[in-house]
């Protein structure tokens, strides 16, 4: 499609007489035609179902299945926005995430109608029927009541008149570390933007298959990979939930040519068994983050496909491209407008001095944060004008996130300004953690925070003052209704009394300096396991040892279902099987 296109809705529409395959999903494949014809059959059943007085919001709870970029495509023809709502999230906080972003309408599947029992999901219509939650209405896309609504409408053509660029089409989710996530607000006109910019950047053709196999619901899928297949009018295969046993059998089944990851999934993927026809799979381009250099050129050695990472806030304020050139350990080099700045005083940071084998010798001095002073297309947050402000101060976007840059203009990701914690390529706010923590009965002050996770990103650890039982503590996680699948502490530190500064703060820079390398008793949980157990020094020596060996190779930018086969990174990516 020309790049003059300039709303996704149009995307949509130009792809109406198109009767080559676009959609894969399991068994079920899709035309590009038939993808069109049933996003405006959506659209016009969400023009009937929404109250005249509504937000024309619709919260999608699904993995990924053809449903998802079906509703995206609805969204962007009625002029409405989705918000993907994240599965892993549980009672209150996932009422919350429904609630914030006004949606009268949920699109849901049966798997996950269990997440909503009991919640308070209240307002309502005169005019909603059938299955319902509290006055949010829910549509269920694998019961019978969907389809009898759907069938009025089989025969809508798109129409992309009714949509601007401006209309918001996404309410992503980003987190923070004092409270909720934040809906990141992206308009059709930068998505469709996005995804032409991706077009030319890495020469999308008609002819590629897009695996998409990071959950849809973040920012990662839909921007990163959907977008560009529908800018180019490539086809998509979808994945329902990530599977490292099953990636190879989906690329070469559905002759998929790009595919996007955050987080661990590399690693996953290289942990499968190795196989000698490794290579022999039509894929030519992985984009993402948070593979780091080694597992990057890992990857490339054994499967011949090339990573190309990248840096690039949820929220659009800022990016960075890895170039050629780029030294070891360095994210890419630093375009017009983007500069690292003292946080406190405003200025611009002097540049790192390294030494012979790249370990910072001024870090002191040289790291802040990364803002971008030149024009970006960041939209801000839904509803939440505090976290607007302090992304947008002086003119410029505060990315919130910590970098250095060396002499030649390469910038280095040195870690977050806030308390956030990046488990599997997403965000969790450790205040969210802590109070469900201080639940614990034996807890008297608690305290959490991230260490580095051997490989990339963090993993989360708890300090507790107070009384503490390895196995009643697993049974009191277990028990946490709103504990997220990726919150549990992996290291829990016990001490008597809690550090704390001059002011009476918790003392979180040192108990995140010490971490589990301390004189206190920890208590860890091994991956793959349900139970804590001591932290023997022989555990700490070996997890040190692997994260001095590959931190200086990570660069910034779930969930395992082996047999999941939906074809087509807040993530969901997990444990490799």
């Not at 209309?167 to 989710?173: A, E, K, P």
């Not at 540049?351 to 960041?378: K, T």
């Amino acid at each position: 499609m020309e790049s003059t296109t300039r709303t996704v809705a149009e995307l949509i529409a130009a792809r109406r007489q198109d009767h080559r395959p676009g959609l894969w999903c399991g068994e079920r494949v899709l035309t590009h035609a038939e993808v069109a014809g049933g996003a405006a059959a959506r659209a016009a059943l969400l023009a009937d179902l929404l109250p005249p007085d509504a937000v024309p919001h619709i919260g999608v709870l699904l993995d990924n299945t053809e449903e998802f970029p079906l509703w995206l495509g609805a969204a962007a023809l009625a002029g409405a926005a989705v918000a993907g709502i994240n599965p892993t999230r549980r009672g209150p906080e996932l009422a919350r995430d429904i609630l914030h972003t006004e949606c009268p309408l949920l699109v849901t599947e049966r798997a996950h109608l269990p997440l909503l029992a009991g919640l308070e999901l209240r307002w309502g219509s005169p005019r909603a029927s059938g299955t319902e939650r509290g006055g949010v209405r829910v549509l269920v896309t694998d019961d019978d009541e969907y389809a009898t609504l759907l069938a009025p409408y089989a025969d809508a053509v798109p129409d992309p008149s009714r949509a601007t660029p401006a209309d918001r089409l996404l309410l992503y989710f980003t987190s923070g570390s004092t409270g909720a996530p934040k809906a990141a607000i992206c308009s059709q006109g930068r998505l469709a933007a996005a995804g032409q910019a991706l077009v030319r950047q890495f020469g999308v053709r008609a002819e590629d298959v897009h695996y998409i196999c990071m959950p849809m619901f973040h920012g990662n899928a839909v921007i990163a990979d959907w977008a560009p297949a529908l800018a180019a009018g490539a086809g998509v295969a979808l994945r329902r939930r990530f599977s490292a046993s099953g990636f190879l059998a989906d690329v070469r089944r559905y002759r998929a040519t790009y595919f996007t990851y955050v987080g661990r999934a590399i690693q996953y993927l290289l942990a499968t068994e190795e196989r000698a026809d490794d290579r022999d799979n039509p894929l030519r381009l992985g984009f993402g983050t948070e593979a780091g250099a080694v597992d990057a050129a890992a990857f490339e050695r054994r499967f011949g496909v090339r990573l190309v990472e990248g840096y690039g806030s949820s929220e659009g304020g800022a990016a960075i491209q890895w170039a050629p050139g780029t030294p070891a350990g360095a994210v890419g080099p630093a375009k017009p407008g983007l500069v690292v700045l003292d946080p406190a005083t405003g200025r611009e940071c002097p540049p790192a001095v390294l030494d012979a084998s790249g370990r910072l010798l001024n870090g002191e001095q040289a790291i802040g944060e990364l803002v971008n002073r030149a024009p970006n297309p960041f939209e801000g947050y839904w509803r939440n004008s505090a976290a607007e402000a302090e992304r947008r101060r002086g003119g410029a976007y505060w990315t919130g996130d910590l970098f250095y840059r060396d002499a030649d203009g390469y910038l280095y990701f040195a870690g977050r300004t806030d308390d956030r914690i990046r488990v599997d390529g997403e965000n969790l706010a450790a205040a969210m953690i802590e109070n469900i923590v201080a639940r614990y009965a034996g807890a008297v002050a608690v305290a959490v925070y991230g260490v580095p996770d051997p490989v990339t990103g963090d993993q989360v650890m708890a300090t507790i003052a107070g009384a503490f039982d390895p196995t009643d503590f697993a049974e009191f996680l277990a028990a946490q209704p709103d504990l997220g699948t990726k919150m549990a502490p992996r290291f829990v530190r016990v001490v008597e009394r809690m550090p704390v500064t001059a002011t009476n703060k918790i003392h979180r820079a040192l108990l995140r300096r010490e971490g589990y390398a301390c004189a206190d008793p920890v208590w860890w949980r091994p991956p793959g396991e349900a139970s804590y157990r001591r932290l023997t020094p022989e555990d700490a020596r070996r997890s040190r040892a692997k994260t001095t060996m590959t931190s200086q190779d990570r660069a910034f930018c779930g969930h395992d279902s082996s047999s999941s086969s939906c074809a087509a990174r807040d993530s969901n990516p997990g444990p490799a099987d």
